[in-house]
């Protein structure tokens, strides 16, 4: 599939602006070009970064507004009143407030980066064990996500829940809310996935309901990234 998608790219000349036709074109400071390993490198760690996350984040909060009536009804009603049938935009951002929420409440209790790996740069003591430099840890957001220390309830949806700053829970410590890492290396592209996952969210609402098509419980797979083992769903013209 990656290999097809540069292909298809190269066929078309590799003009124009978007990501793909920029890699084709770069060079390094000898002129050299990437090589078929390092294109289809960047490729794949795009479409696993960039798309089948933000994928996971919008499936997992259509999935939990069927199953709750009153998320539903506030965010019929936000959409309705913004967007009025329309596709939304980023100069809708600011007023898809509820929506933000449900899709911010959906990476708590869905994060797709569900485990994420880090190396120490210096010695540390965690957990009573000394670490020393180059040690790699694994973590798991998910987990983090439904401590009860941390998130009151925390197996609930409950997106009215508070955010001070629009992504970390506000009388929480920034790092029990991780669905993108957090530190240096904290994913560059959190909010360019937020927007596009509230702007999608709205759009799709504004116009459908979506129903569970199977009575079948929806259970997480975590693969690479943590999505529904089978999510059907019925569109419903709203």
């Known amino acids: 599939h990656v290999a097809r998608i540069v292909a298809d790219r190269r066929a078309d000349g590799a003009a124009g602006r978007?990501?793909?036709?920029?890699?084709?074109?770069?060079?390094?400071?000898?002129?050299?070009?990437?090589?078929e390993?390092?294109?289809?490198?960047?490729?794949?760690?795009?479409?696993?970064?960039?798309?089948?996350?933000?994928?996971?984040?919008l499936a997992w909060s259509l999935h939990l507004i069927a199953g709750h009536p009153d998320a539903e009804r506030a965010l019929h009603a936000e959409v309705d009143t913004v967007l009025d049938?329309?596709?939304?935009?980023?100069?809708?951002?600011?007023?898809?407030?509820?929506?933000?929420?449900?899709?911010?409440?959906?990476?708590?209790?869905?994060?797709?980066?569900?485990?994420?790996?880090?190396t120490t740069t210096r010695a540390v003591d965690l957990a009573g064990r000394r670490l020393p430099v180059g040690s790699t840890l694994v973590f798991s957001p998910y987990i983090l996500h439904r401590h009860p220390d941390f998130h009151p309830e925390p197996e609930l949806f409950r997106p009215e829940r508070e955010y001070a700053d629009g992504t970390a829970p506000g009388a929480w410590s920034r790092s029990a809310f991780v669905p993108f890492g957090a530190g240096p290396t904290k994913c560059v592209g959190d909010t360019f996935a937020l927007t596009e996952s509230v702007?999608?969210?709205?759009?799709i609402a504004a116009r459908w309901r979506l129903r569970p098509a199977s009575a079948t419980p929806v259970r997480a797979v975590p693969r690479s990234v943590l999505t529904p083992r089978t999510l059907p769903m019925r569109l419903i013209p709203r």
């Open 85 to 118: 049938g329309r596709v939304a935009g980023p100069d809708d951002l600011s007023r898809l407030e509820w929506t933000g929420r449900v899709v911010r409440e959906a990476l708590r209790l869905y994060p797709p980066a569900w485990v994420l790996p880090r």
């Open 37 to 57: 390993s390092e294109l289809h490198d960047q490729v794949a760690v795009l479409i696993l970064a960039g798309a089948e996350t933000t994928s996971s984040a």
């Open 199 to 203: 702007l999608a969210l709205a759009s």
């Open 18 to 35: 978007d990501l793909l036709a920029r890699l084709l074109a770069a060079r390094d400071d000898d002129g050299g070009a990437l090589s």
